[in-house]
Structures are given as C-alpha cells and as structure tokens.
C-alpha cells in the first residue's frame, strides 16, 4: 500500500499548481504567429496583466524566468559604474543585488537578516547619506521566498520620499504578485519584477518589467538588444513584443489564468483567498508549535507574506517531515532556502509551504492534515488541536 498515489500536490513557492484550464489552453499546435488569434488575444491581454500589478504603466514580457527578468529590469536602468542600494531580507534582494554587479553596477546591501522586514529609518538614513545622489534605484522584495518576510512597500516609499532621494524603487513581486496586496502605481513603484509560475499559475517560462514613465524616462542607452525593453512596450510588429518568436503557449496559459482571477472576482478576491489561507496554515503551525519545536520563522504575522511560509522544526526534522509527506501523502514542501541554525549548518531543521496561486480551503487543509500525519509517525513533538484551529479560520472566513 502506499498513500501518497493520487494527485500530488506540489506545495513549494514556486512553480505552482498549474491549474487544468491554464495546461488545457496551452494544449494545441502552435498558433499562426503573424496574424490572427493569438495576436489578436496579447493585445487584449496587456491590459488585463497591468491590472494585476495595479499600474497604468507600462510591460515588457521576457522569455524569462525570474533571474531574466531580474536582469532586464537591472540592464535598462543601470550602466556599469552606476550604485544600486539593495535591501535584503532573507536570500532575493541578495541574489538581485549579485545580477546588478554582474552588470558591472556597483551595489550597498543592507542586510535585515532572514526574520525582520526593511526597517525604513535605516533606508532613509542611507539615502540621506548619499548626499551626491549617487544611488540611482533602490531594489527590494516584497515577499523573500526563503525567509517568508512580506516587506512593507509603502513604508519604504515614505523613506525615499522622508530624505528627498531621486533613486528608483524597484520591487521583486516575483513570489506576491497576484497573492499578496500590491498596488504598483498606488505605492509609488517605479519598476516591479514578477514571473509566470507562482501567483499567475503558469509554467515558468515568462518574465515581466512593469515600469512607469519615470523609469522609462531614465532607461540606460547602452541596454543590450535583448533586454530592451523600448519595443516590447510599443511594439510595431508583433514579434517586437517578445525580442523575436513569441512564446506561443506560454501566452495561451497565462490568458487562461487572467480568465481565472476575472471568474474569480478579481484580484482583490484572489488576495483575500490568500490573505485566509495563509492564516489557516499558520493557526495549524501555531498550534504545533505549542507542544515542540516547530517555529513559524516570522514571529509577527503583519510582516508575513500571504504566498510562503518558512518553519523550522529541530535540528534534522525540516528535512525528515518533507520526505515523510511525499512519500506517504503526495504534497512535496519546500526545502530551506539558505537556512541554516545552530547545529544545523545544512538548514535540515528548516521547510516551507507554499500557499501561492491555484490553491483552495481543502488543499490547504488537506496538506495540513498530512503534516500532521507526519508529526506523529516521526514522533515529533507538537501540541493539539491544530488541524481543528485550521478549519475554524476557514469557518469563520
Ligand atoms: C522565485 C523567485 C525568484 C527567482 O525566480 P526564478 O524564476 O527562479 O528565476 C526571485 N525572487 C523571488 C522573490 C522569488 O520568489
């Protein structure tokens, strides 16, 4: 016997579920690339795509992943020489920052650790530093995938604003986007980084740079051929869009998932459906927590993001428990990205969950129920009542 067959259920922050019409959509021979449906149906699609990010402003879509799009958004602002002030909270920002001086720009990290959001007063007092201005943009995250932090952008607005800095504000939404609450053009975001296959439910494969007038105004000139992003933002042939072929059934797949969030209610339903069952996995982690050593790495909840929740549990168990779930319950969980504690150099201790894009109340309880299964046959210690305070949240939501 063995109770993981059934379907899986791929529980990490990244890819996502792919949900039935999104893999549907994309099964079909490959559309005319000149004219007709499918250069009908992107035209009509930017918009629809703009909206999830809230901005009027512009998209540049890359054949990309997250790291491609991290570097189109780095190449069109800054030439080599140029200095980008990165805030890093965990693991991303970090790796941003590592693109930027591949690029040959010269970067000032902060470091927040892996379980404080940006502290505002110690960005403002960066910029008030620079008094010549050198800073040209400033790169964060909203949501650091591996320590489960959801920065507060709107704050951090506020400190470039507080020391009347010039410098850009470019933000990763590569997990949040289309999770967690955004609103680019709200906020004061000059440039947001986000890819395919996590809150938009699609294979990886597509990266997106929606900027504003402002950036674009500012583009570095010597940006390469590839990564410019001046044609795909207003393109006069249709390969223009995409830097040459288009990525056909990727396109087909994430307009199937624009469907979705429409039929859905919008995205400010698929943010209050994540905003719940986030908390359903934490009400559950919680309660574990109170009988043994499973830790939610965030302690405070308003600084946690709605799309990954990172946990430690004892020394080797992170690992141990994962294992256990797959292959006895069928839900894969994440690794430990960079983690790593006393005793633990290898982050065995650590896991996370991913509660991003095409998930629903009984996935979430049903992953929940796993876990638990797997707390007992590993005899780890944690306290009762978890799966029930789990399905209150549901309840009461
Ligand atoms: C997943 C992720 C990335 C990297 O995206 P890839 O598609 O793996 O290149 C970058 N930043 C954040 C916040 C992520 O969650």
């Known amino acids: 016997m063995n109770l993981s067959f059934g379907r899986d259920y791929l529980a990490i922050p990244g890819p996502s579920v792919s949900p039935e019409r999104v893999l549907n959509a994309m099964h079909t021979s490959a559309p005319n690339i000149y004219e007709g449906a499918l250069v009908d149906m992107v035209a009509d699609m930017v918009p629809d795509l703009k909206a999830v990010a809230r901005t009027q402003g512009h998209v540049a879509i890359y054949i990309a992943n997250g790291h491609g799009a991290w570097e189109a958004a780095a190449m069109n602002l800054l030439a080599p020489g140029d200095m980008a002030l990165v805030l890093d909270t965990g693991r991303f920002a970090g790796i941003w920052g590592t693109v930027c001086e591949r690029l040959g720009v010269k970067t000032q990290l902060?470091?927040?650790?892996?379980?404080?959001?940006?502290?505002?007063?110690?960005?403002?007092?960066?910029?008030?530093?620079?008094?010549?201005?050198?800073?040209?943009?400033?790169?964060?995250?909203?949501?650091?995938?591996?320590?489960?932090?959801?920065?507060?952008?709107?704050?951090?607005?506020?400190?470039?604003?507080?020391?009347?800095?010039?410098?850009?504000?470019?933000?990763?939404?590569?997990?949040?986007?289309?999770?967690?609450?955004?609103?680019?053009?709200?906020?004061?975001?000059?440039?947001?980084?986000?890819?395919?296959?996590?809150?938009?439910?699609?294979?990886?494969?597509?990266?997106?740079?929606?900027?504003?007038?402002?950036?674009?105004?500012?583009?570095?000139?010597?940006?390469?051929?590839?990564?410019?992003?001046?044609?795909?933002?207003?393109?006069?042939?249709?390969?223009?869009?995409f830097g040459g072929t288009a990525p056909t059934h990727h396109l087909l797949g994430l307009r199937a998932a624009l469907d979705l969030i429409a039929e859905e209610g919008g995205i400010e339903a698929v943010w209050k459906r994540h905003a719940v069952l986030a908390r359903t996995a934490w009400a559950a982690f919680e309660a574990w927590g109170q009988g043994g050593p499973m830790e939610i790495n965030v302690a405070d909840p308003a600084i946690r993001s709605h799309a990954v929740t990172a946990l430690s549990l004892g020394a080797h168990d992170g690992s141990r428990l994962r294992r256990w779930v797959q292959d006895n319950g069928g839900v894969t969980l994440g690794i430990g990205l960079g983690m790593s504690a006393p005793g633990d150099p290898n982050g065995d201790g650590f896991f996370r969950l991913g509660h991003m894009g095409h998930i629903n109340a009984h996935m979430m309880l049903g992953a929940l129920g796993v876990i638990e299964s797997g707390l007992k046959a590993l005899s780890i210690p944690h306290g009762d009542g978890a799966l029930s305070a789990a399905a209150q949240v549901i309840a009461e939501a």
């Not at 505002?120 to 489960?148: F, M, N, W, Y």
């Not at 990886?204 to 402002?214: E, Q, R, W």
């Open 110 to 241: 902060i470091d927040f650790g892996k379980k404080s959001a940006v502290i505002p007063e110690r960005v403002e007092a960066a910029l008030r530093a620079d008094t010549e201005h050198k800073i040209k943009a400033v790169l964060t995250v909203q949501t650091d995938t591996a320590t489960g932090v959801r920065n507060d952008i709107p704050l951090l607005r506020e400190a470039i604003d507080a020391a009347e800095h010039p410098a850009l504000l470019m933000v990763d939404c590569i997990a949040s986007l289309a999770c967690d609450v955004y609103e680019m053009d709200a906020w004061g975001v000059d440039v947001t980084v986000a890819a395919s296959q996590k809150g938009l439910m699609t294979p990886p494969g597509l990266g997106f740079v929606f900027l504003n007038d402002k950036a674009r105004a500012a583009q570095n000139p010597n940006v390469s051929y590839y990564w410019d992003w001046a044609p795909r933002i207003e393109p006069e042939r249709f390969y223009q869009f």
